[in-house]
């Protein structure tokens, strides 16, 4: 069975929860234990559909696509026989406009494809094959990958969480046990709209990120079009947005399609249940805490210097130093003697003096640290919020320092965020540094 594969990228007003890392990287472009996200899903996608990977489709809406065009051309190289292409939207259409808007590229010559859609910023064991076998064998239309919350709380990135405040920050479906089929969709709940189903016979879900669809997907994104141009206003997005010529395109699985799905007669929905770690790069502590997952998956081994899980993609002579758990380095990284590097990510051309101690932070690229500098975050203490242009909140918890940042000798940078361009010539704690 032919699979279409289409992955989410999003574009210039995406991944505003991830600033100011998106000041310095695409979201889905970030490296995250030695690799661009994007890479992660590829590889998995090739190596759990094998021949039936039909294509991969990665839809933007970037003025300037020129990222993901050089993206493209060297994944090619590292995915030998993979059709990769980049569909660029004339506009933001939403989760599912842009598929419907380049149908006939995506169906192309073989339109009874199952078509695997993937939110581009999610992180998991991927589990595509499974995924599309209990699609095909349960004849569904439309399958969810669902996420255990209990099995969330558990996590330190979702520290201080209770169950239903994960409810409220994501879609979450109710299905039955049994048959899994969905009986309820609602995005962002209010307490008052799933607590009827809570401790019942029906399971409760997050949504995913990853959905399997029969082809006639398209057909529920036609009765959406529709129904949109027939209200005036549509209230599911800004009335500004109608004065755009596309607004009659802009459409979302979440909001428009999954909501009406229940009951549908004729229409199987099913939730697919998943019960191991899952992440969404909505901020810099979800892409250290998913550089940890992943690196479990291919870590080199623990010696007298490295504590495994470990990534590192630089030739360097580790004098004294003591690098990891959950470290990645990329490349062209220079390393002092007697550094300690603890849960973070150093990305390409960082240059790191000696004795400096650097412990939950991500590092950007170009970043140079003198001698004896401590950059530390401490993760699971309260977050603390800081406002940076209106209504974009950094966390502030951990240390994050933006591409060709200086920081001086001795510097102590402590759960502080710092943007691209600065130098640090004196100790800093509980900043946003502009």
């Known amino acids: 069975m032919a699979v279409k594969a289409v992955i989410l990228v ?31 899903i590829i590889t998995k996608l090739k190596s759990d559909l094998g021949d039936n990977l039909d294509e991969i489709f990665l839809i933007s809406f970037f003025k300037d696509p020129v990222k993901f065009e050089t993206y493209i051309k060297e994944a090619k190289s590292l995915f030998p026989g993979v059709k990769l292409s980049l569909l660029t939207e004339p506009t933001p259409m939403g989760t599912g406009g842009g598929i419907f808007y380049f149908k006939d590229k995506i169906l192309g010559l073989k339109p009874d494809s199952s078509i695997l859609l993937i939110h581009g910023d999610v992180v998991c064991d991927y589990p595509f094959k499974e995924l599309v076998s209990f699609q095909s064998e349960n004849n569904a239309d439309v399958t969810i990958l669902g996420i255990d919350p209990p099995v969330l709380l558990k996590d ?42 809570v401790d019942t016979d029906y399971l409760t879900s997050i949504n995913g990120g990853v959905y399997a669809f029969k082809p006639t997907i398209f057909d529920l994104l036609e009765e959406a079009k529709a129904k949109k141009l027939s209200s005036e206003p549509f209230p599911s ?3 500004d947005d109608q004065e755009d010529p596309y607004y009659p395109n802009i459409l ?49 081994p623990s010696t007298s210097t490295l504590t495994s899980p470990v990534k590192i993609l630089s030739d360097l002579k580790l004098d004294g130093s003591k690098i990891g758990p959950d470290v990645s380095i990329g490349k062209n990284v220079k390393i002092g003697s ?19 101690v650097i412990v939950n932070a991500i590092i950007s690229r170009n970043v140079v640290i003198g001698k004896w500098c401590r950059i530390e975050g401490t993760l699971n203490n309260p977050v603390l919020e800081a406002s940076l242009e209106h209504s974009s909140k950094l966390l502030s918890n951990m240390v994050i320092l933006c591409k060709d940042t200086t920081v001086g000798n001795q510097v102590f940078v402590y759960n502080s965020v710092v943007l691209p361009h600065k130098e640090l010539r004196g100790d800093v704690k509980y900043e946003i540094v502009m």
């Open 10 to 40: 999003g574009g210039e007003t995406t991944g505003t929860r991830f600033r100011p890392l998106t000041m310095d990287f695409d979201k889905c472009l970030f490296p995250v234990a030695g690799q661009p996200l994007l890479s992660h």
């Open 156 to 197: 330190r990135a979702f520290h201080g969480l209770d169950k239903e405040q994960v409810l409220r920050r994501y879609g979450t479906l109710f299905s039955n046990k049994q048959s899994h089929k969905v009986v309820h969709y609602v995005e962002k709940p209010k307490s008052d709209s799933f607590a009827k189903f």
């Open 237 to 239: 997005y800004d009335v």
């Open 252 to 300: 979302s699985f979440e909001l428009d399609i999954f909501k009406t799905l229940p009951g549908k007669e004729g229409l199987t929905f099913l939730n697919f249940p998943y019960t191991q770690s899952w992440y969404q790069l909505t901020n810099p502590v979800f892409a250290l805490a998913a550089n940890a997952f992943l690196l479990k998956k291919d870590a080199q």
């Open 338 to 356: 007697g550094v300690r590097l603890r849960n973070c990510i150093i990305c390409d051309g960082v240059e790191i003096g000696d004795h400096s």
